[in-house]
């Protein structure tokens, strides 16, 4: 989802790790949102209001009295003004205030004022000791039970003080991908949908495999779109070079390397989906005998030669149980005769659809940040997507499919 245009209200409360949003803050601008942000007067102990005004563009609420402010009630003409509002990070003060409807200073009061109307991610920050407070818990299980907020759990990890534990702001892009995510209309809320991404690896013997150049990028950003979307999936990884961000814990990942392995995974969770969107680039061949020691070479040894056998095609076992309330989305990339090919595969496995990549454009396929695909479906339909990132590519298929 594109974040050109939003107006994103970035709340920071007295935490330390408050001298993390300047960088925030330049990301969601860099986006195109425009940013305003209000904080506690403890939050300007971390990061200074100078910084928070040069990287928004914007003067900074944090007194309710101040003199300088547009309004009179900025608490009430902020919250009308934004399309959601991010608090990072939220102590467990803020937090024990919120649940309670405590509001005296400028973030409480316009907490309390967006609350009714509009979405609200919450990113708890805190020791690990304050976080275990059963006060903070119970404000914690208070704030999940209102319509229009969210709350991304604390990652675990060293803490400020010096010990380690679960009370640590998650990374600038995990927050920026539940801000997406609370943005995001839920066009797809309550369906199950299985992505498979990465390449598979095919082992020779412990330490040598067969695999292919994969990075996982496209799935990911595809994983990423239906969870957005208010969809639970399932990703069956390969190798893969990245790794989901999952704010809300949507994106439920089980990692099956081989293709014999993502086989049996995708066989046994298929009854139960809604999609498939088969994105893994899964290998057709793989060594008929793995070596279980470590195959060494011989003295004058010149060559080696190695047996392979097919692997299990997972596309058209999924296709060939199909229900009729399931859509079954494939991938082709292909070197020659690519239109020809896909269409052959969407036939013969039974598809819905197949998203065509191929090789010879620049800037598209494994490894890249960008895609260009075509896609097909079984209906006869056909749509192009010209070359941009893979995040946008993703967001396009699914505006296809549904």
Not at 55 to 75: C, L, M, Q, R, W
Not at 339 to 346: M, Q, V, Y
Request: overall charge neutral; proline content about 5%; aromatic content about 4%.
């Amino acid at each position: 989802m594109s974040l050109r245009d939003k107006h994103i209200l970035v709340g920071i409360s007295g935490g330390i790790a408050a001298y993390k949003i300047p960088e925030l803050i330049r990301s969601l601008v860099k986006e195109g949102a425009e940013v305003r942000v209000t904080t506690t007067r403890h939050a300007l102990e971390f990061v200074t209001e100078l910084t928070l005004q040069t990287v928004s563009g914007h003067p900074v609420y944090s007194d309710v009295f101040a003199a300088i402010n547009a309004h009179a009630t900025e608490h009430i003409s902020l919250p009308e003004w934004c399309d959601m509002m991010v608090v990072a990070p939220a102590t467990a003060n803020v937090l024990g205030k919120m649940a309670s409807g405590i509001a005296d200073d400028a973030l409480t009061t316009t907490l309390c004022s967006c609350a009714a109307r509009k979405p609200i991610v919450l990113v708890p920050a805190m020791n690990d000791k304050m976080w275990e407070c059963p006060a903070t818990q119970q404000a914690i299980r208070t704030l999940r039970s209102w319509e229009r907020i969210r709350i991304v759990e604390p990652a675990e990890g060293p803490l400020a003080c010096g010990t380690s534990g679960k009370g640590r702001m998650p990374e600038v892009e995990v927050i920026q991908e539940a801000i997406e995510h609370a943005l995001t209309p839920k066009t797809m809320q309550g369906q199950q949908v299985l992505i498979t991404a990465g390449g598979t690896v095919e082992p020779i013997d412990p330490v040598r495999f067969v695999s292919n150049r994969s990075t996982g990028k496209m799935g990911v950003a595809l994983a990423h779109a239906c969870a957005r979307r208010g969809a639970e999936v399932t990703l069956v990884c390969g190798s893969m070079s990245i790794h989901p961000l999952d704010p809300f814990g949507t994106i439920h990942r089980i990692d099956a390397l081989s293709a014999r392995e993502m086989y049996a995974v995708c066989t046994a969770v298929w009854p139960r989906m809604d999609k498939a969107i088969l994105c893994a680039a899964v290998a057709d061949f793989t060594p008929a005998e793995p070596a279980g020691e470590k195959i060494k070479k011989q003295h004058g040894q010149t060559e080696m030669l190695l047996r392979m056998t097919t692997t299990k095609d997972i596309a058209r076992a999924l296709g060939e149980s199909k229900q009729a309330h399931q859509q079954l989305i494939g991938f082709a990339l292909e070197t020659e005769h690519e239109k020809e090919n896909a269409l052959r595969k969407l036939e013969r496995k039974h598809m819905d659809a197949i998203v065509l990549n191929s090789l010879r454009n620049e800037g598209a396929g494994f490894g890249t940040d960008t895609n260009c695909v075509t896609i097909y479906s079984a209906d006869g339909k056909s749509f192009e997507l010209p070359l941009q990132s893979k995040t946008t590519i993703a967001e396009g298929i699914i505006d296809f499919l549904i």
